[in-house]
């Protein structure tokens, strides 16, 4: 490890292989706590390279509990945090309209590390259950359309490095991978990006897979459809940017989207939209991002998912799936 330190503060980079075995070792115990932080550190203050980032996603992957979901043509949607904007469950609550949708869901999630109410801490405090016993989450699947891949429990190989980042409280280059290391390996995936540097990079990685994907960075900073301006979008065939008109909605404030400052304020943001009582604001970034979520699923245009989104949270839908879980997982 000393010596990739070296060479990592030197402005020198790591090949794939490389950055696969240095996780591989994490993940054995062969590194201190402070060798770890001082790797993630690394990462804070210089770019990651597209080789990097494959080794690191090609090592988690390879350690991962695999969860065997194939036939189910599932779509993931996942942003990779670490924006800094404090916005409410985007992700999460599309997700629950893209199921209400009929597009079957496999949400991979965590509990917040830089904002306050990750995925997984909302989900949580409804009253889901987190396992990784594939016939729940096949269950899940076939009565709700949606099952809550909580990471922790699907990367253990990741456990030496969780109170690290913890206690860093920043976000790390694990920020950037997350998105990238479900363990269904969904058919299509939805991904946020926290900046233009990542997006690019993730274009790259995702055009070496068989995925359908779409990959989201809004141009004011978010990692998702905001709707507080302009979003660049990258799919198998396309790059485009998208503005709120193109949905017939108007630009948002940023304030509009806010999370809350605590995970009780979270889950009632997230509770109020799912029951049809968010504002306009809200509604409309969750209908982009579903839509978008929608459309890659079942390669339809963006403004047919928006109207689908639309109509799965009006029509009580998305609520039933919510509802429907949190009766499982009783």
């Known amino acids: ?33 402070s060798q770890i932080a001082s790797f993630l550190t690394v990462y804070m203050m210089r770019s990651i390279t597209t080789d990097e980032l494959r080794g690191f996603r090609d090592a988690l992957l390879e350690l991962c509990i695999p969860v065997h ?18 916005t409410f469950n985007i992700s999460t609550l599309s997700s629950f309209v893209t199921a209400g949708a009929g597009v079957n869901v496999v949400k991979h999630g965590n509990y917040g590390v830089s904002s306050a109410s990750g995925s997984s801490n909302v989900m949580e405090a409804l009253g889901i259950k987190f396992t990784n016993e594939t016939d729940f989450l096949t269950q899940c699947l076939d009565k709700t359309g949606i099952c809550v891949l909580h990471a922790p429990l699907f990367h253990p190989a990741m456990k030496n490095v969780a109170p690290i980042r913890k206690e860093l409280g920043v976000k790390t280059f694990f920020n950037m991978l997350g998105p990238m290391v479900n363990p269904a390996f969904p058919d299509n995936q939805m991904v946020g ?4 540097e990542l997006l690019r990079l993730y274009g790259y990685l995702y055009q070496e897979t068989d995925k359908n994907y779409a990959i989201v960075h809004a141009l004011d900073g978010y990692d998702e459809i905001s709707l507080t301006g302009k979003t660049k979008i990258i799919t198998n065939n396309s790059e485009s940017l998208l503005e709120p008109e193109d949905f017939g909605v108007s630009q948002i404030q940023q304030s509009a989207i806010f999370g809350g400052k605590t995970i009780k304020q979270a889950a009632k943001i997230f ?24 459309a890659t699923a079942n390669n339809i245009s963006h403004s047919d998912g928006f109207e689908l989104a639309k109509e799965s949270l009006m029509s009580g839908r998305a609520k039933e799936g919510l509802n429907k879980l949190i009766e499982l997982s009783q």
């Open 1 to 33: 490890m000393k010596e990739i330190l070296n060479r990592l503060i030197n402005q020198k980079s790591i090949t794939s292989e490389e950055a696969k075995k240095v996780l591989v070792n994490i993940s054995e115990g062969k590194y201190n706590q």
């Open 271 to 294: 509770t109020q939209i799912i029951n049809k009582n968010g504002t306009d604001a809200q509604n409309n970034v969750v209908f982009a991002n579903a839509g978008l979520a929608i």
């Open 69 to 86: 979901l194939k036939g189910y043509n599932t779509i993931d949607l996942c942003g990779t945090g670490g924006d800094g904007k404090d």
């Open 193 to 196: 990006v926290f900046s233009l």
